[in-house]
């Protein structure tokens, strides 16, 4: 099983700032990477796939680049919508397995 | 436009089974998988299991092997999934999930894009 590990834990950022967030996994998983929001009380939304491109109607802001085992994925101006939890997926290899998830709070 | 419409909380006992079930809409049913994901309090989101989309074979995560079924319903458009023999570390919320495909050829990609609303499933006794 790819053990997908992301850092930080939680990411204190003011309105405006950029946030980096890193996603590592155990072994390979080439572009199979994608990157999900989280609310509370609500389903994931697909942001990233094949580890940079945007999912359908999402904003420039958000990017992610990174291959094979090290990603990073980018807020450029956090929003204060964008406060949430943050989490990565390779979805190249069974079982598909998730990161254990960033929380981005407000500084 | 794409909904998956889950089932309402359940509260079982240990050594208890439940059934959730997914409703899907504004897609060809038949024509894509639907995965089940589970998020138990303080823990990342697991992978379940899938069910292909065209011809209904299934593929479980080794952790639930024996434990774990997924159907579905062609004509009601609707996923399963339950699970048997329940204990209190199985307390999570339990989303179904359908991929989308980008792209053709080499390029193309199949992720995982949208989500039901998700059913909390409280084991205790």
């Known amino acids: 099983e790819i053990v997908m590990t992301q850092s930080p834990a939680t990411l204190s950022v003011s309105p405006g700032e950029r946030a980096t967030l890193s996603c590592r996994a155990s072994q390979s998983v080439g572009s199979n990477l994608a990157w999900y929001q989280q609310k509370p009380g609500q389903a994931p939304r697909l942001l990233i796939y094949g580890a940079s491109t945007r999912a359908t109607g999402i904003p420039a802001r958000f990017s992610g680049s990174g291959s094979g085992t090290e990603f990073t994925f980018t807020i450029s101006s956090l929003q204060s919508e964008d406060f949430a939890v943050y989490f990565c997926h390779q979805y190249g290899n069974w079982p598909l397995t998730f990161g254990q998830g960033t929380k981005v709070v407000i500084k | 436009q794409v909904q998956l419409v889950q089932s309402g909380a359940e509260v079982k006992k240990p050594g208890a089974s439940v059934k959730v079930s997914c409703k899907a809409s504004g897609y060809t049913f038949n024509g894509y998988a639907i995965y089940w994901v589970r998020q138990a309090p303080g823990h990342r989101l697991e992978w379940m299991g899938w069910i292909n989309g065209a011809n209904g074979n299934t593929k479980y995560s080794e952790s639930f092997q024996g434990r774990l079924t997924i159907t579905r319903d062609l004509y009601a458009k609707t996923a399963y999934m339950e699970l048997s023999a329940l204990r209190s570390e199985d307390t999570a919320v339990y989303y179904c999930?359908?991929?989308?495909?980008?792209?053709?050829?080499?390029?193309?990609?199949?992720?995982?894009?949208?989500w039901g609303q998700g059913t909390l499933v409280s084991v205790s006794s």
């Open positions: 999930a359908k991929d989308q495909t980008y792209g053709s050829g080499n390029s193309r990609v199949v992720v995982i894009a949208h």
